[in-house]
């Protein structure tokens, strides 16, 4: 197996690069459809600490669906595990992340806490239990990333918010077979803001080691038990990708979650937490260039959980 080196990484950016030209950046939220196309980057955090990176790894974007895995991790430590999953599934969807076909035909369950639907019922919990869910996200991941000056894109989060008719749909559809306690508009601004989260490739990876190390973050403090961390990536490998999990199994084989900002973290339990960020999405909403660097290194390390 080659040594990590930033040079590594690198070679591995430039072989994808022409992939950055064929994605198609997500326009439905219009403020997304703001960043720059071609942009490309990469950060790894291994679990002892040390730090790779290249290309536009230090440029802050929204995580979009990123976000989906951190507030479930804040619900895990405010609710039971019943509590949690007699109102959102463990299943993958096979399904768009905002689809709402499912939804009605399983009575206002979603199917994981990944798509669209079961992050707004766990939005809708964090509402039920935290006084400020807005503020405690901010205090949750400046602490995860060891970073102090991370924030909400407003721009992006008024631009969800105006553009909201599906996701209110969904949030609408699930109060309507009980399964939504709060107002919808408050939940939806606390799950629009979750996703304008802005942070860049470091950040991420740093962040998300808490699931590399059986649920310790970088600075050692614990974030979840180990079998927390290790649910959170057997549901990230199922239902992570959303209707391309399958796929990106068979190519990547680690757990991941992404988001249309066209940023993935990747986890290769206890030895690595990796972002990628690339905004040309495939049809399904997934980073192009980023799955396609996500399974060179994969192939590359001849590590992956699978
Ligand atoms: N897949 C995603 O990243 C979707 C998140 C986006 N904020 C939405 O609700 O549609």
Redesign the pocket.
């Known amino acids: 197996m080659p040594e990590l080196s930033n040079a590594l990484l690198e070679t591995l950016l430039e072989q994808v690069r022409p992939l950055t030209a064929r994605g198609a950046v997500a326009s439905y939220?219009p403020a997304l459809a703001e960043v720059p196309a071609h942009a490309l980057g990469i950060a790894i955090v291994t679990s002892d600490g040390q730090l790779f990176q290249a290309g536009d790894a230090q440029t802050r974007f929204s995580v979009?669906?990123i976000s989906k895995v951190l507030s479930l991790s804040v619900a895990l430590t405010r609710y039971s595990d019943d509590e949690i999953w007699q109102r959102v599934g463990k299943e993958p969807s096979g399904q768009p992340?905002?689809s709402l076909v499912q939804l009605e035909l399983e009575h206002g369950k979603p199917r994981n806490p990944f798509i669209?639907a079961g992050a707004l019922v766990v939005c809708d919990m964090l509402e039920t239990r935290l006084t400020a869910p807005r503020q405690r996200m901010l205090e949750f991941i400046r602490q995860l990333s060891g970073t102090a000056d991370i924030n909400y894109d407003r721009h992006v989060a008024r631009s969800?918010y105006e553009h909201s008719a599906r996701?209110a749909a969904i949030a609408w559809l699930m109060k309507s077979f009980g399964n939504f306690h709060n107002d919808v508009s408050k939940v939806m601004q606390t799950y629009?803001h979750y996703?304008a989260l802005s942070m860049n490739c470091v950040e991420l990876a740093r962040s998300f080691v808490y699931l590399a190390n059986q649920g310790k973050a970088v600075d050692g403090t614990t974030i979840l038990t180990p079998r927390q961390a290790r649910q959170i990536n057997a549901l990230m490998i199922t239902s992570g990708m959303y209707d391309g999990a399958g796929e990106f199994a068979w190519r990547v084989g680690m757990p991941a979650k992404s988001?249309?900002g066209g940023g993935i973290i990747a986890v290769i339990p206890n030895k690595m937490s990796i972002a990628v960020w690339s905004p040309g999405l495939d049809a399904i909403?997934n980073s192009l260039a980023g799955t396609a660097v996500l399974e060179l290194l994969s192939e590359q390390l001849g590590s992956s959980v699978l």
């Open positions: 939220i979009q669906s992340f905002n669209n969800e996701n629009f996703c988001g249309v909403g």
